[in-house]
């Protein structure tokens, strides 16, 4: 797929207004965790890393948003651009919605949690049962002997985002690639999901009774699919994001805000 014929699909509107978070609206959400406590199962997107310093997509100073030009780091760039590569090897801190999620966890209300995010923050929060849709920027991937190991040991003795020379391996029955690029294991734009993964996506919802979602506008289908299947089986949706997402028709209850203004801190429902 070339670059320059991308188009940026999705580019929801934002509204006027936002929800006013008053007492009864925190109660709202409350009353949702504990309707479903322990079957809770949490959807977000890159909305609740804009408090971590990474900028979302399609929010009201997301990167579709602001750059109109923006294309889409796609598969095949990361292949063959070193540039490209170089794009994503960013640090970030969890903020107060990753720990309010890990929270939630502990303290048995959520059943699981789906992140389309790639930046690790979940887990770096202390959630447990996390999976991430999209993949991972925590690990690396050889291109031409399939390798897969923490970008952190990576680093640590590889010029990131390089071909690899002499250092990439199997395990010690085989000999050195030699010619291999690494790159995060991530889903780029003209990659596919694996069907393990969409499977246990699948398995999570099926296994929930309420769909918690926050900070997406659910413009990929991946995760768009997923709060279609929860309405198809007749379970309530709660979506909380500032500004339309693909699954307002599919929800329950939509509260115009972002999730640090609902999400309750220190596990207190």
Not at 18 to 44: M, N, S, Y
Not at 112 to 120: A, C, E, F, K, Y
Not at 170 to 191: A, I, K, N, S
């Amino acid at each position: 797929m070339n670059a320059g014929k991308v188009k940026i699909q999705g580019l929801y509107g934002l509204p006027k207004t936002r929800t006013v978070i008053t007492p009864e609206t925190i109660a709202a959400v409350a009353q949702f965790f504990r309707r479903h406590r322990g079957r809770v199962l949490g959807l977000t997107g890159a909305g609740v890393s804009v408090l971590s310093g990474i900028p979302d997509y399609r929010g009201s100073k997301g990167t579709y948003r602001v750059h109109g030009e923006y294309l889409p780091i796609l598969h095949n760039d990361l292949v063959t651009q070193h540039a490209s590569r170089q794009r994503y090897w960013a640090r970030a801190a969890p903020n107060l919605i990753h720990h309010a999620f890990a929270t939630l966890e502990s303290q048995k209300y959520l059943s699981g949690l789906i992140t389309q995010n790639v930046d690790g923050l979940h887990k770096q929060a202390g959630s447990q049962n996390v999976l991430e849709l999209h993949g991972t920027l925590k690990s690396v991937k050889c291109l031409s002997c399939g390798e897969v190991e923490s970008r952190d040991n990576q680093t640590k003795s590889r010029s990131v985002g390089r071909t690899v020379m002499s250092t990439c391996r199997r395990d010690l029955t085989y000999e050195d690639c030699g010619t291999g690029h690494w790159m995060p294991t991530v889903v780029f734009f003209g990659g596919n999901v694996a069907d393990s993964v969409r499977n246990q996506s699948y398995q999570m919802v099926d296994d929930a009774t309420g769909l918690f979602v926050c900070g997406t506008s659910l413009a990929t289908f991946s995760a768009y699919r997923l709060v279609r299947r929860a309405k198809e089986q007749g379970k309530e949706v709660m979506v909380v994001n500032f500004g339309e997402t693909r699954g307002d028709p599919d929800a329950t209850t939509k509260i115009e805000a972002t999730a640090e203004d609902v999400l309750p801190q220190g596990g207190h429902i």
